[in-house]
């Protein structure tokens, strides 16, 4: 079995992997509403919703993330790498 492809395999399913800059911000909160993402906090304490949020990151202001497409819905999605805790998934839910 090629193993060098399967490490390819999860970025199949970004539709946009973006370049950071280098004062890109991280994701450290989630926005929650009825248990579903409505927004991110950023480290810098800024709150966005999804959509500035995708766009942020698709200029580069948001490092660790990719944009995929759910239901039509871009959303973000935290890239691979070898550590859980910074997923997406993983992170608190904050209040606004």
Known sequence: MNTENLSQ??????K???NPAPDAREIVSLI???GRIQ?????DG???GKNEAVAL??????QGVGIATRNG???LKSLPDSTENNNLGNLPAASE
Do not use: C, M, W
């Open 9 to 14: 395999l999860p970025l199949n399913t970004f």
């Open 16 to 18: 946009d992997i973006p």
């Open 32 to 34: 929650k509403e009825q």
């Open 39 to 43: 927004g991110y906090k950023l480290s």
């Open 46 to 48: 800024q709150v966005l």
């Open 57 to 62: 990151a698709r200029a580069g202001g948001i």
């Open 73 to 75: 819905n871009e959303h």
